[in-house]
């Protein structure tokens, strides 16, 4: 029986010392992540294509803790290596790996080209196999039975459920994110062995570069759909990757966890609610 200190909020749901690192960890979601992860003592490695992005993002992380910045592109092999090599060299181990990098694209079915298609389902699914495949032996060193490493990979409501703003259609995205859903599963099941837990994060809508486009065309909307009447905050995204890396989040293993205010249990019962 542990005693009743190890209960306590500090202790149970602590990232403290921990290395992550935040694939796409210069904006949005994974910004907000990146900060909370910092906020609470972990030592963190953020990582996105674009150099300008990183110098921006670790500029305004840096005064929070240990943050590293890498131009690195998940769909290369060259981008997967060099953080590969970058967290062997500064860390050798890895405790928690965040699949945050996502891309989407939108359009009607007559312009939705094989190469827009492609290259949704290599960022947003493709590249999380291989780079988790290329991490496992450093979060393979971090995990012990009781403390497990940890993969997070942040999937969608939209591939719980038909994307709601039907407008502009996202045939790639839906499919990439319940992909990525159902290789979570997977994923879970075989690194288990090595200790490794691996969950998704199905957010709703929050504000980002993403949704910039969806929220100033139809925001109203989508407060409408959504049983809470609202977009989440940042707050709420980084509360559940902080449970999900910490003490708290060691035994929780495959499981998919939606973040949208109950949007994608809902949908199309927005009349009845009203
Ligand atoms: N915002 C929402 O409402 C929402 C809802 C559900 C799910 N999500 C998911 O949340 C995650 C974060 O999205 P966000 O809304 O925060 O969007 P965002 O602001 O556009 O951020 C995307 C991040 O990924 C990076 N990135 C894109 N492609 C990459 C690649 N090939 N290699 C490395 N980094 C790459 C981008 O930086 P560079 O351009 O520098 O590469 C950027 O840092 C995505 O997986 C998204 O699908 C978001």
Redesign the pocket.
């Known amino acids: 029986m542990e005693s009743a200190q190890e209960f306590s909020v500090s202790e149970l749901f602590s990232v403290e010392g921990k290395t992550i690192l935040v694939?796409?960890?210069?904006?949005?979601?994974?910004?907000q992540m990146a900060t909370g992860f910092l906020q609470n003592g972990a030592r963190v490695v953020i990582?996105?294509?674009?150099q300008a992005?990183?110098d921006a993002a670790l500029e305004s992380l840096s005064a929070l803790g240990e943050v590293h910045a890498l131009a690195?592109?998940?769909?290369s092999a060259a981008?997967r290596s060099s953080l590969v090599d970058f967290t062997t060299e500064k860390f050798g181990q890895l405790d928690v790996l965040v699949n945050?990098?996502?891309?989407?694209y939108a359009a009607q079915i007559e312009d939705y080209s094989d190469e827009a298609f492609e290259k949704v389902i290599n960022?947003?699914v493709s590249?999380v196999f291989s780079l988790t495949r290329d991490l496992t032996p450093l979060l393979s060193k971090a995990a012990t039975a009781e403390s497990t490493a940890r993969v997070i990979n942040?999937?969608?409501?939209?591939g719980i459920h038909v994307p709601v703003v039907q407008r502009i259609p996202t045939f790639a995205?839906s499919a990439s994110?319940a992909s990525l859903h159902h290789l979570t599963k997977t994923l879970a099941i075989h690194l288990a062995s090595k200790h490794i837990v691996v969950n998704a994060v199905?957010?709703?809508?929050?504000?980002?570069?993403?949704?910039d486009y969806v929220f100033d065309h139809y925001l109203e909307d989508i407060e409408a759909d959504c049983p809470l009447k609202r977009v989440?905050q940042p707050a709420e995204i980084v509360g559940i990757v902080v449970y999900l890396a910490s003490r708290a989040g060691a035994y929780t293993n495959g499981t998919v966890i939606p973040v949208d205010g109950g949007c994608s249990i809902s949908k199309g019962h927005r009349d009845w609610l009203d």
């Open positions: 694939t796409g960890g210069t904006s949005g979601l994974g910004l990582a996105s294509r674009k992005n990183c690195a592109d998940v769909t981008g945050n990098a996502g891309t989407n960022t947003n590249a942040i999937g969608s409501m939209d995205y994110k199905a957010p709703g809508f929050f504000a980002s570069k993403m949704t989440g």
